[in-house]
């Protein structure tokens, strides 16, 4: 069973505030986008909040949710236990539609099943953000010319692009395509 819950009701479950992940490699920030203040887990996110902020300014989307606790994925595991989902980002369009966002610097084989399990059995689309990703080449089904540094990032990869044909999209390279263009915008 599937929950999206964006009107504030929740099936009389309380998911109270959502707990954030200690990753001792990534700085937390607290800052504000779009008159609100947020503690983002990483300057992905943060950036990824401003992008999303642009676009809705601009009219590209309606709105957009950070970690918001309506939108928590009630997703049915293997052995029949229930696991929530807690997507990084929920985008509501102007014609209504919805997408989950997930801001990603590693990607590790459990993040896979979680967002395979999301892609399988939610109606809602969603898309993988990249900071960035070495690069690398697809031909024919297989990944060629990679310049990973190591085998955990080649492995990282080949989850990605397992996962893309089951998703919307990938953004590889979110650094280069977008925030580049709108690095005048970010206060750190």
Known sequence: MIVLNLAGQNG????????MGNFGHVIKTTMEVGGKTYTFR??????????????????????WWYEDAESVQELVRANGNIKNYHPDFTILYPNGDYELEET?????????????MVAD???????????????????????????????????????AVRIEK???????NANKDIFQKISHLFEV
């Open 12 to 19: 009389g479950k309380n998911y109270g505030r959502i707990q």
């Open 104 to 116: 990603k610097g590693w990607f590790p084989a459990k993040d896979y099943t979680t967002l395979r």
């Open 166 to 172: 089951h998703i919307k999209r990938v953004i590889w």
């Open 121 to 159: 059995q939610c109606d809602i689309p969603l898309t993988l953000i990249f900071a960035r990703t070495p690069k690398f080449d697809y031909i024919n089904g297989v990944i060629c010319n990679c310049n990973a540094k190591s085998q955990k990032t080649l492995a990282q990869i080949r989850r």
């Open 42 to 63: 990483s300057l992905l996110e943060y950036r990824w909040a401003v992008w999303r902020q642009l676009e809705k300014e601009q009219g590209f989307i309606a709105d």
